[in-house]
């Protein structure tokens, strides 16, 4: 039997999901002995600070990684859009499951959409990219500074914190939480968005072998093509920015968003990484 230790970070979203992927490893692999390894991320570590503050790179990815690389793990899970374009030596990407909604979602106390928020009403977000589409869309509202796990967040609007809040879909579905969705927004996500990336080391053939079983080439290539444009712009936590690509038939197509402007292009699939790039150059020019 292969034993297989697969490392997540402690909140439920991220516990969650790494269950739903230990589920999809053992359906293809019934042979496995998997062990969950927990670890506390910085950005767990810190739930007070703007996510602006926190370290531009890997807060909420480098523990995992590092246990990867000091031999704690085998395999760790994370949320694609965590998830830093230049991986450390010695670490890929070796699975990238099917991808979940990719979209932003509004959860109001008054179950009411953004249209029907009061004048001045107060909306949570920590993300820059929501906060401005936030405001392009309702200029009028107060945007405030909201962190927390998924469920808190959700509680924070619940007693009255906040009137509303803006989630990624993705997060309150693993959670059993969907039924907190007001409004499906029309907002460009943040590249990766609902999407997970299986990690493990470079020399480590089993493991390689045993993410890619659950990997779906799909999504991996739409992925592929976010995270070139992401790489290509520089963008960070600090900017405004979001990408969002789909295979449609034998091409694929990338909307992008960046500080208030957006386009879209389309490139064939062998293309991903190219489309990224070209879209990438005309967010930046």
Not at 65 to 76: I, T
Not at 124 to 134: A, K, M, V
Request: charged share 25%.
């Amino acid at each position: 039997m292969t034993r297989l230790r697969v490392a997540t970070r402690r909140s439920r979203l991220a516990i969650a999901q790494t269950g739903q992927v230990i589920d999809s490893l053992r359906a293809e692999h019934p042979d496995l002995d998997i062990e969950t390894v927990t670890i506390s991320s910085f950005g767990d570590l810190d739930r007070e600070s703007p996510l602006t503050a926190l370290p531009e790179i890997g807060a909420f990815t480098k523990a995992l990684q590092d246990a990867l690389l000091c031999g704690d793990a085998d395999l760790a899970v994370h949320s694609l859009k965590d998830l830093p374009t230049q991986e450390p030596a010695g670490l890929h990407v070796a699975g990238v499951p099917r991808r979940a909604d990719p979209e932003d979602v509004l959860v109001s106390r008054s179950r009411g959409g953004l249209g029907d928020l009061d004048p001045a009403a107060v909306v949570g977000t920590g993300s820059p990219r929501r906060r401005l589409q936030l405001l392009e869309r309702r200029p009028d509202l107060s945007v405030v500074e909201l962190r927390g796990n998924v469920d808190t967040r959700v509680r924070k609007v619940e007693v009255g914190d906040v009137d509303a809040a803006v989630l990624a879909r993705a997060g309150l579905e693993r959670l059993g939480l969907g039924h907190a969705v007001a409004e499906v927004l029309d907002f460009v996500p943040a590249p990766g968005q609902g999407a997970l990336a299986l990690e493990c080391r470079v020399d480590d053939d089993v493991t390689t072998r045993i993410a890619a079983a659950v990997s779906d080439a799909d999504t991996w290539l739409a992925v592929d093509a976010e995270r070139a444009w992401l790489a290509a712009t520089g963008a960070g936590c600090r900017t405004s920015a979001g990408a969002l690509a789909a295979v449609e038939g034998d091409s694929l197509r990338l909307d992008w968003y960046y500080e208030g402007r957006s386009g879209s292009g389309r490139a064939g699939r062998s293309d991903a990484a190219a489309l990224g790039e070209r879209l990438a150059a005309e967010a930046l020019a």
